[in-house]
């Protein structure tokens, strides 16, 4: 039957403490556009306020139907906010509207780029294609960098909030195939550089052989690149599959060398430098040290002392002589 089943159990220890544990779980019509929301809260890593270049920030939307949901985010609480801070955006959605499949997750992307060291909220409304819509009030906090230093860093953002662990304990009837990991968090990767982890497919049957293949099932996975072949295990072996993350600067869809990089990066800071030059107009480090050295080269010479050499008089005929 359709709707919200909830389940209480209560979970006791040997000699220790009992624990009440609600299991809360949601059963749709199989036709209906449906967008799983576990709390309407959500609260953005906190920022340095008056940067130019704040971190790009998530907030993820399940698709717990069997259809696919179409999704628009109401911007006119984000332009309110902007008008009310001098023009300012505060909150920012870079995708707005966009398409999830059933059994998906998708990651909207936001900047926070606070004014001023408090806590900025905002109510947005989301609204679902021929579904319900949902108020989620979103929360982000700037603080003084100058106060606070580097004890409020930029860290990764918790990639799982429903305390799923990383590992299957529980196996399914019938499986065969098993992985050493079944969620990889990469976390914050600097630019120009690469994150990999390990994961291994373990085939667990005695008699039977297992094929497997890598799949990309949404395009944000596109960045995240698998180095293994459609392959298979013999029974009671396993097999390593390298994942990697690319360089996050490049686009993934146009490989470039290292090389190739570091020369388009070197170039672009050039030109900025010289454009820096014409709007600012001022004296480089070398011409600075050039005119310092050639001042300090006119004091030491005025203030050496000198020894000159005078010529002697010429001698002058006395009166008394003939």
């Known amino acids: 039957m359709p709707g919200t089943d909830r389940l209480p159990v209560l979970l006791k220890l040997s000699r220790g403490r009992e624990i009440l544990l609600n299991f809360i779980g949601v059963t749709v019509e199989s036709d ?4 799983h929301f576990p709390s309407n809260k959500h609260m953005f890593t906190p920022v340095p306020a008056g940067q130019q270049n704040n971190p790009k920030q998530i907030y993820e939307l399940y698709n717990g139907g069997s259809v696919p949901v179409n999704y628009a985010i109401d911007l006119v609480p984000l332009e309110l906010l902007k008008q009310e801070n001098f023009d300012q955006a505060v909150f920012e ?13 998708t990651a909207t992307e936001w900047l926070f780029s606070p004014l001023e060291a408090k806590t900025y909220m905002v109510d947005v409304p989301i609204h679902i294609d021929r579904g319900d819509s949902a108020l989620i009030t979103l929360t982000g906090v700037g603080y003084d960098q100058r106060v606070m230093g580097d004890t409020m860093p930029i860290s990764d953002q918790q990639a799982d909030l429903t305390g799923v662990p990383a590992v299957q304990s529980v196996p399914v009837p019938g499986q065969l195939l098993f992985l050493s990991q079944e969620r990889i968090v990469f976390g914050n990767v600097p630019m120009y550089s690469q994150a990999r982890h390990l994961v291994f497919a373990i085939n667990r049957s005695h008699d039977h052989v297992v094929s497997f293949e890598w ?14 072949a459609p392959a298979s295990l013999g029974p009671s072996s396993h097999g390593g599959t390298p994942a990697d993350t690319p360089i996050p600067a490049v686009d993934p869809v146009t490989p470039r060398s290292r090389t190739e990089v570091d020369t388009s990066y070197k170039e672009e800071k050039a030109n900025q430098d010289r454009e820096e030059i014409k709007r600012n107009p001022t004296f480089g480090v070398v011409t600075e040290n050039l005119l310092e050295n050639t001042l300090l080269n006119i004091i030491s010479e005025a203030t050496r002392p000198r020894l000159v050499a005078l010529l002697p008089k010429p001698s002058t005929p006395q009166s008394g002589n003939k």
């Not at 099932?217 to 960045?223: G, I, K, V």
Request: glycine fraction near 6%; aromatic fraction near 4%; include cysteine.
């Open 32 to 35: 209906r556009r449906y967008i």
């Open 93 to 105: 959605c870079l995708n707005p509207q966009g398409t999830i499949l059933p059994g998906r997750t």
């Open 215 to 228: 799949h990309v099932t949404a395009s944000a996975d596109s960045r995240i690149e698998t180095q293994s």
